[in-house]
């Protein structure tokens, strides 16, 4: 069996470590840091492969070469975080008069970058219901260039059919970046369903253990990925080498962490779907959710994301999250520890309050990235925190 038919499991562990590929290696089994700047020349006009670290780093190397192989794509690129990376695709790709049209629920962060970049540099962008192929079709334009998803999409967990969406993307020529923060390339690889380019914020799933900022892109195009790298490197917006040696690291229990995110999430979508204080569970394994078959088609699982509707409203919303005790107040999500929070005044507070009931999110909603915690602590801990909810 050649390296690239290795299992996804066995790919996350050794994809890019592999000793001989070090010069000078020791037969190290875990790569090195490469802190060095820059690399001495044997000769002026031969520069060898390695000049420069913002353009390439030999531990960065190796994680590139990791990012493309868990998405199943020629190229991977990393960046010092998941706007960095989609900053870049807006600046390499992308010129005035240009159109954009999004998925109505991205992360805030992303919409914010969106706004800069129409007020600045004459971009429109239009957010649609993705969810709806007909939105998207009505919303291309001749200068249409690139559609922009998330699935499942930050907050709401909604669920974008990715394969149908790009192929009438491909009738009109455009481009398709899906945004798989959410689900890690261990449950959904988008550039297998058709996409061009996959972003990612490293930051979550694939770093796993809230202590790197990082982005990558992983796509297959040549023509595309030089322009990408071109601006990776003019740009500068590279990660260090310690933070690539951390998500190399972090990758290796990709898979066995995503299972029990997924198992514990299961657990608590259906411990809230049956709670008086819930209104309602906005989690794509549960056969309530509205895209429910679409997940199942093109994603191995759903994830360990939840968002929930309290009954009440914010001050009952912030009742309830400032009582818990297990959970962790923060922006964020995808550590190995259970996060929670409020969308409107947290990571969707960089877009306006009109924009976030257009969107749908509520002042009563709460996000919750599920850890890898023993279960029942997590469940008892959300019984304690509601029974201090006056409803
Ligand atoms: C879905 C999604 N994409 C992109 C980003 C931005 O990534 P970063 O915070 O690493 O810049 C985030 C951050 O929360 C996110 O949730």
Redesign the pocket.
């Known amino acids: 069996m050649s390296r690239k038919d290795y299992s996804f499991d066995t790919r996350t562990i050794h994809v890019g470590e592999e000793a001989e590929f070090f010069e000078g290696s020791k037969n190290e089994v875990v790569a090195p840091i490469y802190l060095s700047s820059t690399y001495a020349r044997k000769e002026v006009k031969n520069p060898g492969f390695f000049q420069y670290s913002r353009s390439q780093n030999p531990t960065r190397f190796a994680l590139e070469k990791r990012y493309a192989s868990l998405e199943k794509t020629t190229y991977g690129l990393g960046f010092a975080?998941?706007?960095?990376a989609?900053a870049t695709i807006l600046f390499a790709l992308l010129k005035p008069g240009d159109h954009i049209i999004g998925f109505d629920d991205?992360?805030g962060?992303?919409k914010r970058l969106f706004h800069q970049w129409e007020a600045n540099y004459g971009i429109t962008i239009s957010l649609v219901d993705a969810t709806q192929p007909l939105q998207i079709r009505e919303a291309i334009r001749p200068e249409t260039k690139l559609i922009w998803l998330?699935s499942p999409s930050?907050p709401l967990l909604k669920v974008c059919d990715i394969k149908a969406i790009t192929q009438l993307a491909h009738m009109h020529d455009l481009l398709v970046l899906v945004?798989n923060?959410?689900l890690s390339p261990y449950f959904q690889n988008p550039a297998v369903l058709g996409a061009d380019i996959v972003?990612h914020?490293?930051?979550?799933y694939i770093a796993g253990h809230s202590d790197v900022?990082?982005?990558a892109i992983m796509l297959n195009d040549k023509t595309l990925y030089e322009k990408l790298k071109f601006c990776q490197n003019s740009l500068g917006v590279v990660p260090s080498p310690f933070d690539c040696y951390l998500v190399l690291r972090g990758l290796k229990t990709l898979s066995l962490r995503m299972e029990k995110h997924q198992s514990n999430a299961m657990a608590i979508a259906t411990y809230l779907e049956n709670h008086p204080k819930v209104a309602k569970v906005y989690y794509p394994g549960l056969k309530s959710h509205p895209q429910y078959e679409i997940g199942l088609r093109q994603a191995s699982g759903f994830g360990g994301m939840i968002s929930f509707e309290i009954k009440g409203g914010e001050k009952e919303a912030v009742q309830f999250l400032e009582s818990l005790e297990l959970f962790t107040l923060a922006?964020?999500?995808g550590g190995v520890e259970s996060l929670i929070e409020h969308p409107g005044l947290m990571?969707h507070s960089s877009i306006t309050a009109r924009e976030r009931e257009l969107a749908g999110i509520k002042d009563s909603l709460i996000r919750v990235s599920i850890g890898v915690e023993d279960k029942a602590d997590l469940i008892s801990d959300l019984e304690q925190a509601f029974s201090k909810t006056n409803l």
């Open positions: 975080s998941g706007l960095a989609e991205l992360y962060g992303t998330e930050n945004d923060t959410f972003v914020s490293i930051t979550k900022i990082g982005g922006e964020s999500l990571t």
